[in-house]
T-cell receptor
Framework: KAGVTQTPRYLIKTRGQQVTLSCSPI?????VSWYQQTPGQGLQFLFE???????NKGNFPGRFSGRQFSNSRSEMNVSTLELGDSALYLC???????????FGPGTRLLVL | TQLLEQSPQFLSIQEGENLTVYCNSS?????LQWYRQEPGEGPVLLVT?????EVKKLKRLTFQFGDARKDSSLHITAAQPGDTGLYLC????????????FGKGTKLTVNP
């Protein structure tokens, strides 16, 4: 069974631009969560989607948004990028919310 | 805000030594998970503990959940270079805002 895949793996953007990251969950998994990982703050929860609905949202500004499609694939978008948005963005999938999460390899975003 | 404090932040030891990593909080968690993350990859789940006082063993790794479900420890016996990585604990919350709260991690280096 294929694991969680994230694209792209690496991304370089400049301040003010926007970016869209993609996550394909493990086949059959319907819950997708997104996390931001930085050396200073560690892993921080962004949001969780289940059956195309956002169930939970972390404490991030409205520039961070996401969505989930009917095939459970998910995207997250960051608008008006800031230098502090440079981070590893991780996606995790599970069969249902609160069940064991399986993480993808992440997308490393660098904002210049 | 529920926080998980991990200690130590960094640990460098020689192959064959024993070590313990701690994960503490003032909050009660419904479950506690331990992950290991290697460079360039997403976290991989090692174990989930759900009952206060629970002890689980995974080969040379022993995980314990505190009686009050506020803290946990990971003990590694006879560490090997393959144990090198970032160890993360994550607490499961409930009560209307179910999500995983992560500690900042312990970066372990085992030197041959």
């Amino acid at each position: 069974k294929a694991g969680v895949t994230q694209t792209p793996r690496y991304l370089i953007k400049t301040r003010g631009q926007q970016v869209t990251l993609s996550c394909s969950p493990i086949s059959g998994h319907r819950s997708v969560s997104w996390y931001q990982q930085t050396p200073g703050q560690g892993l921080q929860f962004l949001f969780e989607y289940f059956s195309e609905t956002q169930r939970n949202k972390g404490n991030f500004p409205g520039r961070f948004s996401g969505r989930q499609f009917s095939n459970s694939r998910s995207e997250m978008n960051v608008s008006t990028l800031e230098l502090g948005d440079s981070a590893l963005y991780l996606c995790a999938s599970s069969l249902f919310p609160l069940e064991t999460q399986y993480f993808g390899p992440g997308t490393r975003l660098l904002v210049l | 805000t529920q926080l998980l404090e991990q200690s130590p932040q960094f640990l460098s030891i020689q192959e064959g030594e024993n070590l313990t990593v701690y994960c503490n909080s003032s909050s009660v968690f419904s479950s506690l998970q331990w992950y290991r993350q290697e460079p360039g990859e997403g976290p991989v789940l090692l174990v989930t503990v759900v009952t206060g006082g629970e002890v689980k063993k995974l080969k040379r790794l022993t995980f314990q959940f505190g009686d009050a479900r506020k803290d946990s420890s990971l003990h590694i016996t006879a560490a090997q270079p393959g144990d090198t990585g970032l160890y993360l604990c994550a607490g499961g919350t409930q009560g209307g805002s179910e999500k995983l709260v992560f500690g900042k991690g312990t970066k372990l280096t085992v030197n041959p």
